[in-house]
């Protein structure tokens, strides 16, 4: 019988490339979805005729009881979460609620559903990945970062990833669950919400380049940190959880570029020099920077086999690609509309 995986958060960047991976090695996958009629279900759309889907929301307790109830998975992979970073600024309770209350309910549904207490800590037949983020290194206290590195957040979402890192932890140690961190540095890919960096400037490169606009406005230039491609990473997930026991891993690449970097990478992907279109914004800087980071990612590499396929600059040229493409696209429906007088 094939293995039922359940993914939180399967309509963000991650959950897409998750749910293809799964769906290739023949899992029957689940998505846990939110709110009516979820609007962002178009990473996955076409998918959708090979997806179940269950609802369900990191906020609600009785709805994530619920779904792993109905689903019955073998593995659970809690990819929900506010995920970018200014947000947690501006509602530092919602994100805690959900990045690090939320690993807290997901575990507690697993427990319920499998029966266990504290005095019955036998272990559930459900495996249990959780999404934790180099974020929690934050100012760094040695580089480049492993899995013994100290935690020192400077976000209010690094800090509820670390509630949530050592949730998970502890519910390994209380209940003896097979649930594991992987301690991921920041990845991306041309499904990479528009907000993140790289997307940004890859989707900037895009419009300037078919003449669409001519500046760019970023904020810290010199903040630097270590890109993959996130096809990559969900292979790493994957791998966890197949282990003989479970461990915490860092996955990255290794290989430190900033801001710039990724900018210049970019422009010069369509001849286009970044000094004449970046400007810096000054509101765009952070209260609190996470400067740089880099992972060690040994242990992945030793024990899962794990190693990125994609480097940083044919990362950067296939952002760059697919937006000349898609926005392209847009601009022809646009051009159409206009035409036909919608
Ligand atoms: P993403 O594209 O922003 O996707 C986030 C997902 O979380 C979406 O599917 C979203 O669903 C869901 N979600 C948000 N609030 C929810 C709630 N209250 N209940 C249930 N689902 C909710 O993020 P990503 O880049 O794929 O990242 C996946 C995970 O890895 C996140 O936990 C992130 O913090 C973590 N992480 C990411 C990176 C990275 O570089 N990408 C690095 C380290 C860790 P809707 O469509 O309904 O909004
Ligand atoms: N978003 C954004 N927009 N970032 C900018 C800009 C800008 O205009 N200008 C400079 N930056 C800098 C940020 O200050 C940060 O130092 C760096 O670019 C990367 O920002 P993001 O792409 O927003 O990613 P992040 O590192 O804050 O967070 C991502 O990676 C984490 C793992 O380290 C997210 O995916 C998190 O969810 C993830 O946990």
Not at 78 to 83: F, M, T, V
Not at 84 to 112: D, K
Not at 142 to 168: D, L
């Amino acid at each position: 019988m094939s293995k039922r995986a359940l993914i939180t958060g399967i309509t963000g960047q991650d959950g897409s490339y998750l749910a293809e991976l799964l769906l290739s090695q023949g899992y029957q996958v689940w998505g846990l979805v939110r709110g009516q009629a979820n609007p962002r279900r178009s990473r996955i759309s076409r998918l959708m005729s090979d997806l179940y889907f269950v609802d369900g929301d990191l906020m609600d307790q009785g709805s994530l009881v619920a779904a792993v109830d109905r689903v019955q998975p073998d593995e659970v992979y809690n990819l929900g979460a506010i995920s970018f970073v200014p947000m947690s600024w501006q509602q530092p309770e919602l994100v805690t609620e959900v990045n690090g209350m939320g690993v807290l309910r997901v575990l507690e549904a697993i427990r319920i559903v499998s029966g266990l207490n504290g005095s019955r800590n036998g272990g559930s037949q459900i495996r249990f990945y959780q999404a934790s983020s180099s974020e929690m290194f934050g100012m760094v206290t040695e580089s480049p970062q492993c899995e013994k590195t100290i935690f020192h957040p400077r976000s209010p979402y690094g800090v509820a990833k670390a509630y949530g890192h050592f949730i998970t932890r502890n519910y390994r140690e209380s209940f003896g669950m097979y649930a594991v961190s992987g301690i991921l540095f920041n990845h991306e890919s041309p499904r990479r919400g528009a907000e993140f960096v790289t997307r940004k400037i890859s989707r900037a490169v895009a419009n300037i380049k078919l003449g669409y606009q001519d500046k760019l406005a970023l904020g810290n230039l010199d903040a630097v940190r270590d890109w993959g491609f996130a096809g990559d990473y969900v292979r790493a997930m994957h791998l966890m959880l197949q282990q003989d026991g479970p461990t915490d891993y860092v996955v990255g690449t290794g290989r430190m570029n900033s801001v710039r970097d990724a900018a210049r990478i970019a422009f010069e992907h369509v001849d286009l020099d970044w000094r004449d279109h970046v400007v810096v914004d000054p509101d765009l800087v952070r209260p609190a920077e996470v400067e740089t980071l880099c992972a060690d990612a040994r242990r992945a590499e030793a024990e899962l086999g794990w190693t990125p396929t994609v480097d940083f600059a044919g990362l950067m040229r296939m952002m760059v690609d697919a937006d000349i493409r898609q926005v392209s696209r847009e601009r022809e429906y646009e051009d159409l509309q206009v035409a036909v007088g919608w």
